[in-house]
């Protein structure tokens, strides 16, 4: 699997932002991908040291659409915790 291809984009909500004073990082990652997969993308990418990573699948909301119910997409989110000391400069000027 193709590093470059596992992260698809970093996740910028208001509870992503708390989690990066604990360090962790949070991105919405390919359905496919595993932690490994995550951890050595990251890794590459950011040159830096992750200490752990956490996985979730986010299942869609139900949703309304011109009277009939429906479902937003599903997705696959992964929370990364990076070692003491390190960071990931992208998100410093966010």
Known sequence: M???DV???P???E???ALREQNKYTFIVKSDATKTDVKE???RLFNVKV???TVVNVLGKIRRLRGRPGRTASYKKAIVKL???EKI???EGV
């Open 7 to 9: 992260l698809i984009e």
């Open 51 to 53: 200490a752990d990573c």
């Open 15 to 17: 509870k992503a932002t």
């Open 89 to 91: 400069k992208v998100f």
């Open 41 to 43: 993308a990251v890794r």
């Open 83 to 85: 070692e003491a000391g």
């Open 11 to 13: 996740v910028l909500s």
């Open 2 to 4: 193709n590093y470059e």
